[in-house]
């Protein structure tokens, strides 16, 4: 992940919260909790539970692990792992 993806996905979120906020017409508190828990369902999917890899290029060596796995070819406290971390936090 490049530090571009890291604003498109901040950008994604408060999109979402805009989106959330005009439609629902909550209060913004509100429209922040709808935004964390789809957040959370959507993150904990794709990252945690769904296993295998979205490119069918790998030829299966990555059929056994999950996305999180994966990330930064399985390496720990990475830069990329760390703002991934944050940013559920921050919300």
Same mark, same amino acid.
């Given at each position: 992940?490049?530090?571009?993806? %890291? *604003?498109?996905?901040? @950008?994604?979120?408060?999109?979402?919260?805009?989106?959330?906020?005009?439609?629902?017409?909550?209060?913004?508190?509100?429209? %922040? *909790?709808?935004?964390? @828990?789809?957040?959370f369902a959507i993150t904990y999917h794709f990252f945690h539970w769904k296993k295998g890899t979205p490119f069918s290029d790998d030829q299966g060596i990555y059929n056994n692990l999950t996305w999180w796995e994966q990330i930064d070819n399985g390496k720990q406290l990475t830069r990329n792992r760390k703002f991934l971390t944050v940013v559920p936090v921050v919300l």
């Open positions: 992940m490049y530090p571009g993806v %890291w *604003t498109t996905y901040i @950008l994604i979120l408060f999109f979402s919260w805009l989106l959330v906020l005009s439609v629902f017409g909550c209060n913004p508190g509100t429209a %922040w *909790t709808v935004v964390n @828990l789809a957040h």
